[in-house]
């Protein structure tokens, strides 16, 4: 079946770094437009960015234009999300989704704590 396993969340310093996966599984990941999503508390899920399959396209929110890349490695089935420069205001569980011809698909997410 679909699985969606995110991992690379943690406890960060304001202006840190971390690099989120996102490890796919039970569909042809590479045929697939794959996007990271986030859900800080008490707010409801945002889109953060998308790749297209080939990774030629790459929609941000302006909120994280310029601080954070999303990528992606087909051989591997692996999304990823690098985040630069980050702020409190980045505090989030951060979620991966695909859409399939079978439905829309979501990872468990993992959480992202920026504070100092």
């Known amino acids: 079946q679909v699985q969606l396993v995110e991992s690379g969340g943690g406890l960060v310093q304001p202006g840190g770094s971390l690099n989120l996966s996102c490890a796919a599984s039970g569909f042809n990941f590479r045929n697939e437009q794959m996007s990271w999503f986030r859900q800080a508390p008490e707010k409801k899920r945002e889109f953060v960015a998308s790749?297209?399959?080939?990774?030629?396209?790459?929609p941000y929110a302006t909120s994280v234009l310029d601080r954070f890349t999303i990528s992606r490695d087909n051989a591997r089935n692996t999304l990823y999300l690098q985040m630069n420069n980050l702020a409190p205001e980045d505090t989030a569980v951060y979620y991966c989704?695909?859409?399939?011809?079978?439905?829309?698909?979501w990872g468990k997410g993992t959480l992202v704590t920026v504070s100092s």
């Open positions: 989704k695909t859409i399939l011809d079978s439905g829309t698909y």
């Open positions: 790749i297209s399959p080939s990774g030629t396209n790459t």
